[in-house]
């Protein structure tokens, strides 16, 4: 091919590119969101963890916080669409790192209280 023809095809190839439209107002709302739901997730984090060392330093057998920290794991994306219906713009990705930022809260808060208060379990 000549280089007079390449270069047309590269000109045209490169004239055929746009970039999208970017909506700022979306990508505001979107996040604004997820700030509001990572704002939640902490909150059941550190309820969690408080209840479930309430519940281990009343002499509780070890399994009862235990399962009461994984009922509001399971709960979490329940909860937080009822308290904020536009959570419905959040994404597989999202709901997954809200929940595991919930599990790994809530268990580092009961760990950390339990070592404090020295309640041997």
């Known amino acids: 091919m000549a280089k007079k023809a390449r270069r047309k095809l590269e000109e045209e190839e490169a004239a055929a590119f746009e970039f999208p439209a970017f909506d700022e107002g979306a990508f505001v709302k979107k996040e604004f969101e997820l700030a509001m739901g990572l704002a939640l997730a902490s909150l059941l984090a550190i309820l969690a963890g408080l209840a479930s060392w309430g519940l281990t330093i009343s002499g509780l057998p070890w399994y009862a916080p235990f399962l009461l920290g994984l009922l509001v794991v399971a709960l979490t994306p329940s909860l937080i669409a009822r308290i904020r219906p536009s959570s419905?713009?959040?994404?597989?990705?999202?709901?997954?790192?809200?929940?595991?930022?919930?599990?790994?809260?809530w268990l580092a808060l009961w760990f950390v209280l339990v070592n404090i208060s020295a309640v041997p379990v």
């Open 88 to 105: 419905r713009i959040y994404t597989k990705g999202d709901w997954a790192g809200l929940v595991v930022l919930v599990f790994f809260g």
